[in-house]
């Protein structure tokens, strides 16, 4: 497949062709759905909690008699009924962790890149490097792209000057190629990624077949 490689100034330099079975995958959305629901419960820190009636401070003596006082019947102030009582349903610590194998994820970001490239979501750069921070040149440089949108920067490796000239632009996130997630790319409109960046992509998700005897394992 042959996609444009765009410069800093919004032209096209060149074509290169990347893998189809990387960024030409048909799109699995319930295989995304599931990926991307398991990234989102992992980053819960699941550690709210809240007092049961046993766990609050409080005496639970009787407050008063059961009967001939016109009240209705209670028992400690520790009751969830009462103010400053207990919580009957409240949320306790727990684990919201959600594995999934290894082989799914890969085929979820296969998935989103390449409906990402089909939707022309997806744009190459020639090589994305400053000598300097320069917070100007990363805005003048989606400017010329096109890109008004939210917009996720993938390097093949952390770039300093390109993180520190990216994080204070609002709706700008910049990441390595092998730290890509369906989480991060699904939570931007556009994907803009250096040719190096493809090329780790390619590396790293493309589907291998094994040779094992006379069967092929992927």
Do not use: C
Not at 179 to 199: F, N, Q
């Amino acid at each position: 497949m042959q996609v444009p490689v765009y410069n800093l100034s919004g032209k096209v330099v060149k074509n290169i062709e990347v893998s189809d079975a990387v960024f030409g995958a048909p799109f699995n959305e319930s295989l995304v759905h599931q990926v991307l629901v398991s990234q989102q419960a992992n980053q819960r820190q699941g550690t709210s909690d809240t007092k049961t009636r046993g766990e609050v401070a409080g005496s639970s003596k009787k407050l008063y008699r059961q009967k001939h006082t016109g009240e209705a019947r209670a028992g400690t102030r520790r009751s969830p009924l009462r103010r400053g009582g207990g919580i009957i349903f409240g949320p306790h610590p727990r684990d919201y962790r959600q594995d999934i194998p290894r082989k799914m994820r890969r085929l979820a970001i296969r998935s989103v890149l390449s409906a990402k490239l089909s939707d022309g979501e997806l744009k190459i750069m020639e090589d994305l490097k400053f000598e300097e921070p320069k917070t100007r040149q990363i805005v003048q440089g989606l400017t010329a792209l096109g890109i008004a949108s939210t917009v996720l920067i993938v390097t093949a490796e952390p770039e300093e000057n390109v993180i520190k000239s990216a994080r204070n632009v609002p709706g700008v996130k910049t990441m390595p190629a092998n730290l890509l997630s369906v989480l991060d790319m699904l939570s931007s409109k556009m994907l803009l990624m250096t040719e190096t960046a493809v090329r780790q992509a390619e590396r790293l998700w493309e589907q291998k077949l094994v040779q094992r005897g006379d069967h092929a394992s992927v």
